[in-house]
C-alpha cells in the first residue's frame, strides 16, 4: 500500500507561483509512476503531469507546458510539482496519484491506484 500526503497549496494572484509536494510512505516511489491531477468546481478530473522514476520520463497536459515542473527526489519519497505563471483556469483541487510502473504513458485517472487526499490551489486575477 502507499499512502499519499500533499502540500504547499494556497491562495496566489494570477502571475505568481506555487510548489507543491506529494510524499509517499508505505513503499517508494522507484516502481512508480506518480502524477498530479485537478478538478475544478464542475469538471471533470484532470490529467496535469506525471513522472516515470524509473525512466525519468515526464508527460504534460498542453496547457501548462513551459509553465509547470514535475521533479522528484527519491531520498526524499517525494514529487513536486512546480508551478508558475499561474492563471485563473489553474484554480482546482490538485491530488497525487501513483500507479504501478508501466513504459506505457497512461493518463486517465481511474487507472491511479493510489491518491492524496487533495490541495486546494486559489488563482485571484
Known amino acids: 500500500q502507499v499512502q499519499l500526503v500533499e502540500s504547499g497549496g494556497g491562495s496566489v494572484q494570477a502571475g505568481g507561483s506555487l510548489r507543491l509536494s506529494c510524499t509517499a510512505s508505505g513503499r517508494t516511489f522507484n516502481n512508480y509512476a506518480v502524477g498530479w491531477f485537478r478538478q475544478a468546481p464542475g469538471k471533470e478530473r484532470q490529467f496535469v503531469a506525471v513522472i516515470n522514476l524509473r525512466g525519468s520520463n515526464t508527460y504534460y497536459l498542453d496547457s501548462v507546458k513551459g509553465r509547470f515542473t514535475i521533479s522528484g527526489d527519491n531520498a526524499k519519497n517525494t514529487v513536486y510539482l512546480q508551478m508558475n505563471s499561474l492563471k485563473s483556469e489553474d484554480t482546482a483541487v490538485y491530488y497525487c496519484?501513483?500507479?504501478?510502473?508501466?513504459?506505457?504513458?497512461?493518463?486517465?485517472?481511474?487507472?491511479?491506484?493510489?491518491w492524496g487526499p487533495g490541495t486546494q490551489v486559489t488563482v485571484s486575477s
Open positions: 496519484a501513483a500507479r504501478s510502473y508501466s513504459s506505457v504513458f497512461v493518463s486517465s485517472p481511474t487507472s491511479y491506484d493510489y
